[in-house]
């Protein structure tokens, strides 16, 4: 017979990884959020919780962490040689390539879109520009960061 829903989600609420994954990413976000209110880079309370829940981009990056604290300790629970480790490596390193690759090279190159937009609009030679959304990549050692704080994340939950 089949679990009950109440007694999936109890489940679901003590399973290891999903803890791992839930407070790597949460902390991730609210380290983000610390450093950015450090800086003065949130000026409402909108901007607050954007930051802690959604926004992406700054120092560490939460995908990393949360991608290498899910795989860190799938790989405890279930060895470091079980087929669903190796699926949550290769995912890791997709996701990680993406943080720092794909995503930094297209946000630089939305900046530099944006920049011309407005330089055309500034010598008349376009009527206008609505200036793109600029998604924030990952620097490398954002990047690092994460997957560190991820692992430890993971550590923690695989050993406890």
């Not at 803890?19 to 000026?43: C, D, E, M, P, R």
């Not at 900046?111 to 990952?138: A, D, F, R, T």
């Not at 991820?150 to 695989?158: A, E």
């Amino acid at each position: 017979m089949l679990p009950t829903l109440k007694e999936q989600i109890i489940g679901l609420l003590r399973n290891s990884i999903f803890l791992s994954v839930i407070f790597s990413w949460f902390g991730a976000q609210f380290i983000k959020t610390a450093i950015n209110l450090i800086y003065g880079k949130i000026h409402s309370f909108y901007d607050l919780i954007a930051n802690m829940l959604w926004k992406t981009g700054g120092m560490p990056s939460s995908h990393s962490a949360l991608v290498t604290s899910m795989c860190t300790t799938i790989g405890f629970k279930n060895g470091f040689n079980s087929d669903i480790f190796v699926l949550a490596l290769c995912f890791c390193g997709v996701v990680i390539r993406d943080a720092f690759g794909v995503r930094f090279s297209s946000g630089k190159q939305v900046q530099n879109l944006n920049s011309l937009g407005k330089e055309l609009v500034e010598k008349k030679i376009i009527g206008e520009y609505k200036p793109l959304k600029e998604v924030n990549g990952h620097t490398p050692i954002e990047v690092l960061c994460g997957c560190i704080m991820g692992f430890f994340v993971g550590l923690s939950f695989s050993i406890l």
